[in-house]
C-alpha cells in the first residue's frame, strides 16, 4: 500500500499555527505533570480532554500526543533529582539517575535522558507510521467472531502482564466488563443495572471513569501523605548540550536494544513502559563491558530505561488505532479522546479520516521532536522547580481541575459524583493491588466483546460454531492461550528457581 | 494487628456485590442476561478465591497490609470532596473553588495566604478564561448570579 502519499498529505495540515501551538503547550503541560510525583501520563491527559472537546480533532490529538510525549520525559526529572520516579515508567530511571545526581551531574544525566526520550518517541511514532497502516488492512478480515476474539485477547493479555498477580489482574479487567455494561443493552436496548437512573442509561462516559480513576486516588494518596517533605529546587550544573550531543554513537547499541523491546512489547496490550524500561536496561547491563557501575551512576543506565519507556510510546497506540485494542491506559484516555472526536478505531479510520490519523502519526514524531529544545537546560531547571508546588495546594488544584473536567463532559453534576464515585474505587483499587488499566479497557472493549459476541450466535445459523472454526479465531484463540498460560507458569517456575538457589 | 485481611474485605464484598448482580440479571430477557452472567458469576467466584486466599495469608505469614496510610486525612479529604460536590450545584464552580483549594491547603497544613491565595486566584482565572470565555462551556451557575437576577 502506498504509505508516503498520505502521510505527506498531512503534513501541511500538521503544520498549521493551532496545531504547533497545541503540540508544544501538549508538551510543556507534559513535562510539568510527568515531573510531578504520583502525576502519571493517563491522569493529564484525562484531566485535559474535556479542554479539547471544542478543537478541531487533529488540534485535540496534537495536544494529547505532546503531553504524552512530554510527561514520559518528565518523569525522568523527579527521578534523577530525587529518586522519586514522577511516572511509573521512570522507575528504572532511578537506579542509575540518581546516583549520577549525587555524584554532581544531575545536569548531563538529565541531557541524557533528554535526549533519549525524545529519540526514543520519534523512532517509535515512525515505527507507528510503518505498521499501522498494513495492520489496519489485515483487520479486514476480521467479522464479529474475530473481533470478539481480539476483545477477549486484548483482556486477557492486560489482565497477565499489569500487576503480579493474575487473579486481581482478571478481577480489576471484570468490573471494568460490568461498569461497561451499565445501560442500554447494545442489541436490545434493554435497560440494565441503571436502579432508575436515566443518567445512566446512555452508559458510563470514559472520560469520567478515567478522571475519577486516575486523577482522585492520587489527590487523597497525596493528602495522606503531606507529612513527607519533598527536598527540592536545587540548582542544576549542565554540561555544554552540544558535548552530550557528541555522545550518541556510545549510546546506540543500547538505544537499538532499546527499541527493539520498545516496538515488541508496546504492540502488547498491557505490557507498559515500565516493563520495557527494565528489559532494556538488564540487556544493556549484559552487554556492558563494566556491569558493576551499573546501579552507580552509569549514564547508559538513563539512557536504555528513557529510550525503553517512550520507545513504547507510539507502539502501544498501533492496537488502538488499529484494532480498537488499547496496548495502555494512556493508549486507552487516547483512544477515548478519539471516539469523543467521532472518530472510530480501525481501518475505517485510515481510510475515511486519512489526514487526522496520519497527521496524529506525524505529530507524535514532532512532539518528541520538539522535547529537545523544550526540555533543554534552561527549560529543565525550570521544570525541576515545579516540584516547589506544596502538596496540599496542588491536592485543591486537581480536585477542582478534575470536577470541571467531569462536569464539562455532558454538563451534568450527576457525572461528577460518578467521577467522585469512580475516584473512591480507584483508591480502593489502588490500595489493595488491583491494577486500574483493565478497568477503563473493559468499559472501551466490554460494548464490542458483547456486541460482537451475539453477532456472532446470530451468525450461527447452522451450528457450525463459528466461534472457535473460523481460521482468525483459531490463531486468536492460539495466542490468547500462549499469552495468558505462559508468562504465569514461567513466573513459576522462575521463583520456585530462585528460591531453590537462595536455599543451595 | 488488624485481624481481618485487606484481601478477605475485597473479595467478599466484590463476591456479594457480584451474586447480587447475577441475581438481578436474571430479571433481564433472555438475550440481554447472557453477557452479564458471563462476566458476573466469574467475578463472583474470583471474589471468593481472593478472599479465601487472603485469609489463608494472614494465618501462615500473618501478612497483613496496612489500608489507610493516615486515615484522619482520608476521612477530611473525603468529607470536604463531598461538600465540594455538594456545593457546586448551589454555590457555583468558581465560589466552591474558591472555598475548597484554601481549606484543603490550609487542612493539609500548608498555611502561607499569600501563595494559596494568589494561586486560587490564578486558578480561577484560568478557568474562566478558558472553559467559560474560550470554549463557552457552562459552568454549574455562581450564587451571586441568582442575588443579581
Same mark, same amino acid.
Given at each position: 500500500?502506498?504509505?508516503?502519499?498520505?502521510?505527506?498529505?498531512?503534513?501541511?495540515?500538521?503544520?498549521?499555527?493551532?496545531?504547533?501551538?497545541?503540540?508544544?503547550?501538549?508538551?510543556?503541560?507534559?513535562?510539568?505533570?510527568?515531573?510531578?510525583?504520583?502525576?502519571?501520563?493517563?491522569?493529564?491527559?484525562?484531566?485535559?480532554?474535556?479542554?479539547?472537546?471544542?478543537?478541531?480533532?487533529?488540534?485535540?490529538?496534537?495536544?494529547?500526543?505532546?503531553? *504524552?510525549?512530554?510527561?514520559?520525559?518528565?518523569?525522568?526529572?523527579?527521578?534523577?533529582?530525587?529518586?522519586?520516579?514522577?511516572?511509573?515508567?521512570?522507575?528504572?530511571?532511578?537506579?542509575?539517575?540518581?546516583?549520577?545526581?549525587?555524584?554532581?551531574?544531575?545536569?548531563?544525566?538529565?541531557?541524557?535522558?533528554?535526549?533519549?526520550?525524545?529519540?526514543?518517541?520519534?523512532?517509535?511514532?515512525?515505527?507507528?507510521?510503518?505498521?499501522?497502516?498494513?495492520?489496519?488492512?489485515?483487520?479486514?478480515?476480521?467479522?464479529?467472531?474475530?473481533?470478539?476474539?481480539?476483545?477477549?485477547?486484548?483482556?486477557?493479555?492486560?489482565?497477565?502482564?499489569?500487576?503480579?498477580?493474575?487473579?486481581?489482574?482478571?478481577?480489576?479487567?471484570?468490573?471494568?466488563?460490568?461498569?461497561?455494561?451499565?445501560?442500554?443493552?447494545?442489541?436490545?436496548?434493554?435497560?440494565?443495572?441503571?436502579?432508575?437512573?436515566?443518567?445512566?442509561?446512555?452508559?458510563?462516559?470514559?472520560?469520567?471513569?478515567?478522571?475519577?480513576?486516575?486523577?482522585?486516588?492520587?489527590?487523597?494518596?497525596?493528602?495522606?501523605?503531606?507529612?513527607?517533605?519533598?527536598?527540592?529546587?536545587?540548582?542544576?550544573?549542565?554540561?555544554?548540550?552540544?558535548?552530550?550531543? @557528541?555522545?550518541?554513537?556510545?549510546?546506540?547499541?543500547?538505544?537499538?536494544?532499546?527499541?527493539? *523491546?520498545?516496538?515488541?512489547?508496546?504492540?502488547?496490550?498491557?505490557?507498559?513502559?515500565?516493563?520495557?524500561?527494565?528489559?532494556?536496561?538488564?540487556?544493556?547491563?549484559?552487554?556492558?563491558?563494566?556491569?558493576?557501575?551499573?546501579?552507580?551512576?552509569?549514564?547508559?543506565?538513563?539512557?536504555?530505561?528513557?529510550?525503553? +519507556?517512550?520507545?513504547?510510546?507510539?507502539?502501544?497506540?498501533?492496537?488502538?488505532?488499529?484494532?480498537?485494542?488499547?496496548?495502555?491506559?494512556?493508549?486507552?484516555?487516547?483512544?477515548?479522546?478519539?471516539?469523543?472526536?467521532?472518530?472510530?478505531?480501525?481501518?475505517?479510520?485510515?481510510?475515511?479520516?486519512?489526514?487526522?490519523? *496520519?497527521?496524529?502519526?506525524?505529530?507524535?514524531?514532532?512532539?518528541?521532536?520538539?522535547?529537545?529544545?523544550?526540555?533543554?537546560?534552561?527549560?529543565?531547571?525550570?521544570?525541576?522547580?515545579?516540584?516547589?508546588?506544596?502538596?496540599?495546594?496542588?491536592?485543591?488544584?486537581?480536585?477542582?481541575?478534575?470536577?470541571?473536567?467531569?462536569?464539562?463532559?455532558?454538563?451534568?453534576?450527576?457525572?461528577?459524583?460518578?467521577?467522585?464515585?469512580?475516584?473512591?474505587?480507584?483508591?480502593?483499587?489502588?490500595?489493595?493491588?488491583?491494577?486500574?488499566?483493565?478497568?477503563?479497557?473493559?468499559?472501551?472493549?466490554?460494548?464490542?466483546?458483547?456486541?460482537?459476541?451475539?453477532?456472532?450466535?446470530?451468525?450461527?445459523? @447452522?451450528?457450525?460454531?463459528?466461534?472457535?472454526?473460523?481460521?482468525?479465531?483459531?490463531?486468536?484463540?492460539?495466542?490468547?492461550?500462549?499469552?495468558?498460560?505462559?508468562?504465569?507458569?514461567?513466573?513459576?517456575?522462575?521463583?520456585?528457581?530462585?528460591?531453590?538457589? +537462595?536455599?543451595? | $494487628?488488624?485481624?481481618?485481611?485487606? &484481601?478477605?474485605?475485597?473479595?467478599?464484598?466484590?463476591?456479594?456485590?457480584?451474586?447480587?448482580?447475577?441475581?438481578?440479571?436474571?430479571?433481564?430477557?433472555? &438475550?440481554?442476561?447472557?453477557?452479564?452472567?458471563?462476566? /458476573?458469576?466469574?467475578?463472583?467466584? =474470583?471474589?471468593?478465591?481472593?478472599?479465601?486466599?487472603?485469609? $489463608?495469608?494472614?494465618?501462615?505469614?500473618? &501478612?497483613?497490609?496496612?489500608?489507610?496510610?493516615?486515615?484522619?486525612?482520608?476521612?477530611?479529604?473525603?468529607?470536604? $470532596?463531598?461538600?465540594? /460536590?455538594?456545593?457546586?450545584?448551589?454555590?457555583?464552580?468558581?465560589?466552591?473553588?474558591? =472555598?475548597?483549594?484554601?481549606?484543603?491547603?490550609?487542612?493539609?497544613?500548608?498555611?502561607?495566604?499569600?501563595?494559596?491565595?494568589?494561586?486560587?486566584? /490564578?486558578?480561577?482565572?484560568?478557568?474562566?478564561?478558558?472553559?467559560?470565555?474560550?470554549?463557552?462551556?457552562?459552568?454549574? $451557575?455562581?450564587?451571586?448570579?441568582?442575588?443579581?437576577?
Amino acid at each position: 500500500m502506498d504509505l508516503f502519499t498520505p502521510l505527506l498529505n498531512a503534513i501541511p495540515v500538521v503544520l498549521t499555527f493551532p496545531n504547533l501551538l497545541a503540540m508544544v503547550g501538549g508538551v510543556l503541560a507534559g513535562i510539568i505533570v510527568g515531573s510531578l510525583p504520583g502525576l502519571t501520563a493517563t491522569m493529564s491527559i484525562a484531566v485535559l480532554l474535556p479542554l479539547t472537546f471544542a478543537m478541531d480533532p487533529l488540534v485535540a490529538l496534537g495536544m494529547m500526543a505532546g503531553i *504524552y510525549n512530554g510527561a514520559m520525559y518528565g518523569g525522568a526529572i523527579p527521578a534523577i533529582l530525587l529518586r522519586i520516579p514522577g511516572t511509573p515508567a521512570a522507575i528504572v530511571t532511578t537506579f542509575d539517575g540518581y546516583p549520577l545526581a549525587q555524584q554532581g551531574k544531575a545536569g548531563y544525566a538529565l541531557q541524557v535522558a533528554l535526549l533519549s526520550s525524545a529519540f526514543g518517541g520519534m523512532m517509535s511514532a515512525l515505527a507507528m507510521m510503518v505498521l499501522a497502516p498494513p495492520l489496519s488492512l489485515v483487520t479486514l478480515a476480521f467479522g464479529p467472531p474475530e473481533v470478539f476474539w481480539v476483545g477477549i485477547f486484548g483482556m486477557a493479555a492486560v489482565s497477565v502482564f499489569l500487576g503480579d498477580d493474575l487473579p486481581k489482574g482478571t478481577l480489576a479487567a471484570l468490573i471494568g466488563l460490568f461498569v461497561g455494561m451499565i445501560g442500554l443493552d447494545p442489541v436490545m436496548s434493554t435497560d440494565r443495572f441503571i436502579f432508575g437512573a436515566l443518567e445512566l442509561e446512555s452508559g458510563i462516559d470514559i472520560v469520567v471513569l478515567m478522571v475519577g480513576l486516575y486523577a482522585i486516588p492520587p489527590c487523597i494518596e497525596m493528602a495522606e501523605e503531606t507529612f513527607r517533605k519533598v527536598k527540592t529546587g536545587q540548582k542544576l550544573e549542565f554540561a555544554p548540550f552540544l558535548q552530550t550531543l @557528541r555522545e550518541i554513537p556510545r549510546f546506540l547499541k543500547v538505544w537499538s536494544w532499546a527499541y527493539f *523491546y520498545g516496538i515488541f512489547v508496546g504492540l502488547l496490550p498491557g505490557a507498559s513502559g515500565s516493563f520495557v524500561s527494565f528489559l532494556a536496561y538488564e540487556r544493556a547491563k549484559k552487554m556492558s563491558k563494566d556491569p558493576e557501575t551499573f546501579g552507580k551512576g552509569n549514564p547508559e543506565g538513563v539512557a536504555a530505561s528513557e529510550f525503553g +519507556n517512550n520507545a513504547d510510546n507510539a507502539a502501544a497506540l498501533i492496537p488502538t488505532v488499529t484494532l480498537g485494542i488499547p496496548g495502555s491506559s494512556v493508549a486507552a484516555v487516547i483512544m477515548g479522546g478519539l471516539l469523543v472526536h467521532g472518530l472510530q478505531p480501525g481501518p475505517d479510520l485510515f481510510r475515511n479520516s486519512g489526514d487526522i490519523i *496520519y497527521g496524529f502519526m506525524i505529530q507524535m514524531f514532532l512532539t518528541s521532536l520538539i522535547l529537545i529544545p523544550l526540555g533543554g537546560s534552561f527549560a529543565t531547571n525550570l521544570f525541576a522547580q515545579v516540584l516547589r508546588i506544596p502538596r496540599p495546594l496542588l491536592v485543591g488544584l486537581i480536585l477542582c481541575l478534575s470536577i470541571v473536567g467531569a462536569y464539562c463532559v455532558q454538563n451534568s453534576i450527576f457525572d461528577v459524583w460518578l467521577m467522585f464515585g469512580f475516584g473512591l474505587l480507584g483508591y480502593v483499587m489502588s490500595k489493595t493491588g488491583l491494577p486500574l488499566a483493565p478497568v477503563a479497557l473493559g468499559v472501551i472493549l466490554g460494548p464490542l466483546i458483547e456486541s460482537n459476541l451475539r453477532l456472532s450466535l446470530l451468525l450461527d445459523v @447452522r451450528n457450525e460454531n463459528i466461534l472457535f472454526t473460523r481460521p482468525i479465531c483459531m490463531v486468536l484463540i492460539s495466542l490468547l492461550v500462549v499469552t495468558t498460560v505462559f508468562p504465569p507458569l514461567w513466573k513459576r517456575f522462575s521463583s520456585r528457581r530462585k528460591k531453590q538457589q +537462595n536455599t543451595d | $494487628m488488624k485481624t481481618i485481611h485487606n &484481601d478477605v474485605v475485597l473479595g467478599t464484598s466484590v463476591a456479594v456485590f457480584a451474586a447480587l448482580g447475577c441475581w438481578r440479571a436474571m430479571g433481564f430477557s433472555a &438475550d440481554s442476561r447472557v453477557f452479564p452472567l458471563l462476566v /458476573l458469576v466469574p467475578t463472583t467466584v =474470583i471474589g471468593l478465591l481472593i478472599a479465601v486466599r487472603g485469609q $489463608m495469608r494472614l494465618w501462615r505469614e500473618r &501478612d497483613n497490609p496496612r489500608f489507610f496510610v493516615n486515615p484522619i486525612r482520608f476521612f477530611q479529604i473525603v468529607v470536604i $470532596m463531598g461538600l465540594a /460536590l455538594f456545593g457546586l450545584q448551589y454555590l457555583g464552580f468558581l465560589t466552591t473553588s474558591a =472555598i475548597t483549594i484554601p481549606v484543603i491547603s490550609f487542612l493539609l497544613g500548608f498555611r502561607k495566604p499569600l501563595p494559596v491565595f494568589a494561586t486560587t486566584g /490564578l486558578f480561577l482565572v484560568i478557568i474562566y478564561i478558558v472553559f467559560i470565555q474560550i470554549l463557552s462551556r457552562p459552568l454549574p $451557575m455562581e450564587i451571586w448570579t441568582w442575588f443579581g437576577n
